[in-house]
């Protein structure tokens, strides 16, 4: 559960992101100053700086709704461990992206969040197996994982807070990168090289 809520479900925070990326100056170059209505005062019109914010974020919500259908027969066909895996290669590609981006190369978005994105949705799929170990439970377990993974969102406005107090994009990215340590060790210590039946046989044993 940990894992949903502080890692799966990043990128519906985009909200939160979004302020942190325009004071660092991505896609300004689509801000335009416009002359004021008194022939002297400017304006500087930002509409194109925020329509490729918003498609950033579209490109990114569809991509983690249409790939659901590759991620359900990846797993069924390959199991826990190879879909862990290319989870977390997407998550941490994804953040490193983010990390190694800048205001000149801000088109890095497009595949970095997409990555996220898809890489996080990949760790709720594996996750929601182990319901099946709480078979009195089953439904409780699944629905607490995706109030976790919505939850997740928090952590691009936890970023945003901190880079107010100083801590830069690249440092807090860098951090969730590093954290896939974490995935990878769950991967190969606490999760099933396959699946997690159900219902259970009855002399399953996990672990």
Known sequence: MLECLCFAGVVFG???????LKEDGYFSYLCA?????NGTLTITDCSGQDEQFSLVFTITSFLNNFLCLVNGYLFDRFGTLVTRLVAICLYTTGTLLVA????????????A???IAVGGILLLLTNMQVANLFAAHRSTVITLYNGAFDSSAAVFFLIKVLHEQGVSLRSSFLVLSSCSIIHLLRTLLLMPRTHIPYPLPQYYTYG
């Open 14 to 20: 985009f909200a939160s992101l979004m302020f942190v």
């Open 33 to 37: 100053t416009v002359p004021g209505t």
């Open 100 to 111: 190694f981006s800048s205001a000149a190369l801000s088109e890095l978005l497009f595949p």
């Open 113 to 115: 969040l997409s990555c």
